[in-house]
């Protein structure tokens, strides 16, 4: 581990007391968190998403209530009670052997075992309550080990590498799938350890740490372009990565992200994921890292296909400005502080630069540094593309905002790095653009065009579970006081958050 001998303390000092205006925008986002809470439960109860301009539902995951796990950490942060206690007392009712549609592994354990663990570390630790039994409470835990025995059919293939792809019909199997994801089986280990450190039961850590040694270790070196940054499939049969295309977005995104968490989460045990981490950043630092020729001051980073690099960058893909911030924080590293910070002031651009306030889903530029004649990095195709180029530093090429929460996720980062309150109002910009552009009906819908406004937004009437574990969670988070859950400056960290915003504890904090 490379560590900077000069450790710049930020300058600004972190509000330690709510003011008027705060506790105004709390209550703010206590009411849109209610208004799309009362949806799901009036149209959607028991079921997984809320379709808000139909008034109906969606089981898009596997029918045990997506939205209701998923916001129940947020529910317990915000003091909810009500709530806290009406998904409580549907948990212990979910039967989480049956389902009729296919499972993905990656899925139910990001939202289903990372809500049920963390919403049980919480009510055991900082959020307990004297008036919940301690009954009522293991409820969660007993929940968690019937899914996870479930599941851990998946890791039954010939590499240990899981299936992300399994049935219950009725006894668990797994598809047979010929490949999976750098982000699907990379983001397991987690949840997957808590589980094992809660129930003292060392299998189900052991059998994601089994799969992610062909992670940690990839084969081929050519799916390896750059030291610590790999392509995104593998074959499940032999554990072998199967392209060299990747990048910070969907696909890889929160496997990178867990190295370093998963270091947070267990300095001991998982030092070499940290040292990963570092490869990794300092890869993308070096060869990712691209400016727009309209706009040279923005950073973006690029995906890569082999050793050359491809001027995209997405809305997924955003959460790296915090991922950096993060790593830089805990390994008392400024360099990555201050490119994490770069990065999530080039996401923002993203939001103000559309007619909703709101950035897209998946965008485009030319980069300053690279011949503009060069195979990877034509300019815009359309009129409208070069006008809005000009002065945005880039263009659209995938209009949607599903409900994501990564640039929200950065600013919360930043702000707690830097206790600078630009971040705060950055994501009071965000979350009010959100709710003016996305409320419709009896909740919050994704659209298909963040440059359409007033009521004219092209509405997918789906209400995605993580609007409640992600968006909610981080603008309550920032602009609410210090607490044990928050990220802390000096990188000494009670909580760490999954990839779905629910925070699991420190291992021993
Ligand atoms: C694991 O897979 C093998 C071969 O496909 C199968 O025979 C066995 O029953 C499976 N074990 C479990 C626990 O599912
Ligand atoms: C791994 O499996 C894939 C798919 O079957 C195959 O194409 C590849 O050659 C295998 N690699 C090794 C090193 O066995
Ligand atoms: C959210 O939208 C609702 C309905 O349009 C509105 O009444 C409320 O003031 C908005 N809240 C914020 C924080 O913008």
Redesign the pocket.
Known sequence: MKTSTVWLLPLAALATTTTAAESA?LN??E??FR?SWNGYREHAWGHDSLRPISNSYADDRNGWGATAVDALGTAIIMGLDDVVDDILNYIKTIDFSKTDTEISLFETTIRYLGGMLSAYDLLKGPYKRSDLSAKAVNVLLEQSVVLADNLKVAFNTTSGLPDNNLFFDPEPRVAGSWETGLAVAGTLILEWERLSDLTGDREYGNLVKRAENYLLNPQPPENEPFPGLMGSRLFVENGTFADNIGSWGGGSDSFYEYLIKMYIYDPDRFEFYRDRWVVTAESSIEYLASHPTTRPELTFLAMFSGTEPQFYFSHLGCFSGGNFILGGLVLKEQRYVDFGLDLTAGCHETYVQTSSGIGPELFQWQDKDTPLDAGNNHGPETDAQREFYKDAGFWIMNSQYVLRPEVIESYYYAYRATGDEMYREWAWDA??SI??TC?VGSGLSAINNVMLVDGKADYQDFQESFLFAEVMKYIYLILSDDSDVQVKKDGKNLFVFNTEAHPIKVLGS
Do not use: G, L, M
Request: net charge positive.
């Open positions: 925008k703010a986002v009411e849109v208004r979350f009010v709710n003016r409320s």
